[in-house]
């Protein structure tokens, strides 16, 4: 059983520990808990985890966030791995900072990152791990926010946020998407 976990986000010291990189911490911190190495690779950072049997590909898209699909579709297609064996791990402004939400498939809600991977695979059809980041920003400075870092208070519960969406990836490829959707969303 082979999956491909994406985390998103933005190559760069400027982006690194911005709310919208937040993908790209959470597969660093979870490569770290399996000692498993990145490399620099076509269109990503890569990484390889074995767990209960499976084979775990962990990419970082190297494309920026808004051409994310691009990184997406090519590693789908050179793994073989299918939609369903697929999971984004994505920021989102419309959960409140660490809640998560894990989905089946839906709309790219204005992600930029989100609707590119729907344009090159092919639809919405793909599961996600949604990663509230919160929305405390005033009208019109959402873009601000984003690439914003994080407070002192949010970066100290990071880590928490964090090893749950691990639990849900590992879930994720342990069990189906749908089991752990009943046992992680509230």
């Known amino acids: 059983m082979k999956y491909l976990i994406v985390g998103l986000g933005n ?4 982006y690194e520990l911005t709310r919208h990189n937040i993908g790209f911490l959470t597969l660093d911190r979870l490569a ?23 084979s775990i590909h962990l990419i970082k898209p190297t494309t920026y966030m808004n051409l994310s699909g691009k990184a997406v579709n090519y590693w789908m297609k050179e793994l073989k791995i299918p939609k369903e064996n697929l999971l984004v791990v994505v920021d989102e402004v419309a959960l409140p900072f660490s809640k998560l939400r ?27 791990l949604r990663m509230g980041i919160g929305n405390d920003f005033p009208k019109g400075k959402q873009v601000e926010y984003v690439l914003g870092r994080f ?5 100290e519960e990071l880590p928490i946020m964090m090893d749950k969406a691990i639990e849900m990836i590992l879930a994720f490829c342990r069990i ?7 046992q992680f969303n509230d």
């Open 176 to 182: 189906g998407i749908s089991q752990t959707m009943t």
């Open 11 to 14: 190559i760069g010291p400027a």
């Open 102 to 128: 894990m989905r089946a498939k839906g709309s790219s809600a204005g992600h930029n990152g989100l609707k590119n991977i729907e344009d090159l695979t092919g639809g919405q059809n793909y599961p996600r």
């Open 151 to 155: 407070s002192e208070k949010e970066f």
């Open 32 to 54: 770290d808990k399996f000692e498993a190495e990145w490399k620099s690779d076509r269109l990503a950072f890569k990484s390889e985890i074995k767990y209960k049997g499976r």
